[in-house]
């Protein structure tokens, strides 16, 4: 069993800034990619950032340099910094990882935590 565990939601005011945990436990041989995704009241899911197992960064509006991905290797944890944050940043805030459990081929599976609330309001 892999557990993906989020923390550091919360309320905000606009313009305020929130730092997003995620540290992953269980049983795993190793960790791939992890990532941010976030779903808004009556809209799909969508990715925000991501990080590769060397570390490479995505975003899904790299213009937008309000968020900012990190990721501790030794820690397996994986953090997401958003500054400036506007209303319509609110959302839940899912983190995924992509865990290796076992050998040979379909021992990597995706793994989602719970979420954690992000509201943006004055």
């Known amino acids: 069993q892999v557990q993906l565990v989020e923390s550091g939601g919360g309320l905000v005011q606009p313009g305020g800034s929130l730092r997003l945990s995620c540290a992953v436990s269980?049983?795993?041989?190793?960790?791939?990619?992890m990532g941010w995704y976030r779903q808004a009241p009556g809209k799909e899911r969508e990715a925000v950032a991501s990080v590769t197992g060397d570390g490479v960064t995505q975003y899904r509006n790299p213009a937008e340099d309000r968020f900012a991905i990190s990721r501790d290797f030794a820690k397996n944890t994986v953090a997401l910094q958003i500054n400036n944050l506007n209303p319509d940043d609110t959302a839940v805030y899912y983190c995924t990882a992509r865990a290796r459990t076992g050998s040979g081929w379909g021992s990597w599976s995706t793994y989602w935590g719970l979420g954690t609330q992000v509201t943006v309001s004055s």
């Open positions: 269980g049983s795993f041989i190793s960790i791939g990619a």
